[in-house]
């Protein structure tokens, strides 16, 4: 009797995508393609303070769809965590940038929650409250390893102390708590503040809020909603959202990318990516096998492209060898490197126009004149949209003038001034 061999089912086909195809889904999953004309703009504004799920409902929304975006101490034309959003949403008042992470909002007959908290995600991050549960895997990680990088002499008084204070005064600074320094460098942390940040790291402590540029530390159990802070999932759920998330944020995306946008292991992927709902793809000109949210494939990624200058920490070109891969646009930040040996600038800023990166511009302010201290452009083509967005966020930054140093084309530096001059008599832009 012959044996039959039965047949494997053949795997379903790998929708195969161009580049320019990965790009533009990139751009419209970060918020940057299909963004609100002026009139849109206006109603972002408006929308805000009161928060939503999408890009029209403000800074909030933009939050949520992004999963996380990045702090950092830099304050150039303004701090990161404002840039992200004015690069999506034009130029959103920046207090209301400001209140729109911070400000609690009270529920139907229950206090006011919190928005948002910072946490350990790409790096020090605003993340929306929703996502507290999922970053649990982190905070048992944290207590895993039982310490921080500094070594307290006495770290069990020490936190009880700042548990104490918090839980009998209410919200305070480290300023409040007794000092963050012992009086040297700035790295050097006094017991209070190494105690204070421990326990944020291990989630007993968390920042909901920031007075200035300090944060505010609270009790968890008092801070957080209790629907949140008692959802204890296992790290394979807590993954598994983080990749769709990731996902979700990216449109298309290698495995690298997946693990980069939360910093999370590869082999954490690996253990998820299977269940996290995102679609195996290929795309045309990548190496690596890449995986796509579903909502990316749904329709072909159409609307206005965002003009605009980005934080270099921005979710969009954070992760440099994807910027490489997505954009063929090579970035670094330069702000820590000794002046002699920077290329671009301190704080370059990229540009993005129709789609594609197109420049850069290292921007400094003089009182009330924006000053392009080094800037560069691929092409003549460049000259109108970097003069747009010069203008406009010097606009945002309440400048009413712009002034170019240095570029690295003289005829594009000259036909750049002479786009400034032209557009500034425009009617100012929305």
């Not at 005064?169 to 942390?189: A, F, H, I, V």
């Not at 690596?288 to 969009?316: E, I, M, N, Q, Y």
């Not at 301190?346 to 420049?359: D, I, N, Q, S």
């Not at 452009?377 to 970097?386: G, N, T, W």
């Amino acid at each position: 009797m012959t044996a039959v061999t039965q047949r494997q089912p053949l795997p379903p086909p790998v929708t195969t995508l161009s580049a320019d195809d990965a790009r533009r889904a990139a751009l419209r999953a970060q918020g940057l393609l299909g963004a609100p004309d002026r009139r849109g703009v206006t109603a972002a504004r408006s929308a805000s303070a009161r928060g939503g799920g999408g890009r029209q409902e403000g800074v909030r929304g933009v939050l949520r769809h992004l999963g996380a975006v990045q702090l950092d101490t830099i304050s150039v034309l303004a701090r990161s965590h404002e840039l992200v959003p004015y690069a999506r949403l034009g130029p959103v008042g920046r207090r209301a940038v400001e209140a729109a992470y911070w400000s609690a909002t009270p529920g139907a007959g229950s206090p006011a929650g919190p928005h948002s908290f910072e946490y350990w995600s790409h790096a020090a991050c605003i993340l929306p409250i929703e996502e507290w549960p999922h970053f649990a895997f982190r905070r048992r990680a944290f207590r895993a390893r039982g310490h921080r990088w500094h070594v307290m002499k006495d770290s069990a008084r020490s936190c009880a102390a700042v548990l104490d204070r918090l839980r009998a005064d209410g919200p305070l600074t480290t300023s409040e708590l007794g000092g963050g320094r012992k009086g040297g460098e700035w790295w050097d942390w006094s017991e209070t503040k190494i105690a204070v940040e421990w326990l944020l790291d291990t989630g007993e402590v968390v920042c909901t809020e920031r007075r200035g540029w300090k944060r505010v530390y609270d009790l968890a159990e008092r801070a957080v909603p209790d629907a949140l802070l008692h959802d204890d999932l296992d790290d394979a759920t807590c993954i598994r959202r983080l990749v769709a998330q990731a996902g979700a944020a990216m449109g298309v995306a290698t495995r690298a990318d997946l693990a980069d946008y939360h910093r999370l292991k590869g082999r954490q992927v690996d253990a998820v990516i299977e269940d996290s709902g995102l679609v195996p793809v290929a795309v045309e000109g990548w190496a690596k096998p890449a995986w796509a949210d579903p909502a990316a494939l749904d329709a072909p990624p159409r609307g206005r492209h965002r003009t605009t200058l980005l934080s270099p920490f921005d979710s969009l070109v954070w992760d440099r060898p994807r910027t490489e891969r997505i954009f063929g646009f090579t970035h670094r930040l330069e702000a820590y490197v000794p002046k002699a040996r920077r290329i671009h600038g301190y704080f370059a800023m990229p540009l993005l126009a129709g789609g594609k990166l197109v420049g850069r511009v290292d921007p400094a302010r003089e009182g009330t004149t924006l000053v392009a201290r080094q800037l560069s452009m691929r092409s003549a083509k460049a000259v109108r949209p970097m003069a747009r967005a010069l203008l406009e966020a010097a606009r945002w930054v309440g400048c009413d003038t712009v002034r170019v140093d240095r570029c690295d084309d003289p005829r594009l530096a000259a036909a750049l001034r002479t786009e400034l001059t032209r557009t500034a008599g425009e009617a100012p832009m929305a």
